[in-house]
């Protein structure tokens, strides 16, 4: 990552935006698309479309939203009281995809084993 892509303090990697991946099965899908509904109402965020099926690292259908990091302090509380039984993921956009999914990580609910192995390529 070149100089100007990171902060000035500590050299830690800038967060361009974040994205919270929903993940929902077949018993939790309406839960699932009313959640959906409901934070691009009560947010200036970008929901990105369903993904019925797992895609890249994601081991389970889900769908992302993505969001600028001024809204962090308002969407991740949102999301933790508003989540019902529907486990999230929560990670900075800093361009390093691995470290964003893992070590940057924040969870809500139980936590799937990603498929990191769609990361060995950017490496």
């Not at 009560?42 to 929901?47: G, I, L, R, S, T």
């Not at 019925?52 to 259908?61: A, S, T």
């Not at 964003?100 to 769609?118: F, I, R, S």
Request: hydrophobic share 45%; glycine share 6%; proline share 8%.
């Amino acid at each position: 990552m070149a100089a100007r892509d990171r902060d000035i303090i500590g050299g830690t990697p800038r967060i361009e935006a974040w994205h919270a991946h929903i993940y929902f099965d077949p018993m939790t899908r309406d839960e699932a698309l009313r959640l959906r509904l409901a934070i691009a109402e009560a947010f200036d965020v970008v929901v990105g479309r369903v993904h019925d099926q797992p895609v890249g690292p994601h081991p389970m259908p889900m769908f992302q939203v993505l969001f600028r990091p001024e809204l962090l302090a308002d969407v991740v509380p949102w999301l933790a009281l508003n989540r019902g039984r529907l486990v999230v993921l929560v990670h900075p956009e800093t361009g390093d995809n691995l470290t964003d999914h893992t070590q940057h990580a924040m969870w809500m609910g139980a936590m799937p084993e990603l498929n990191l192995k769609v990361f060995a390529k950017t490496r």
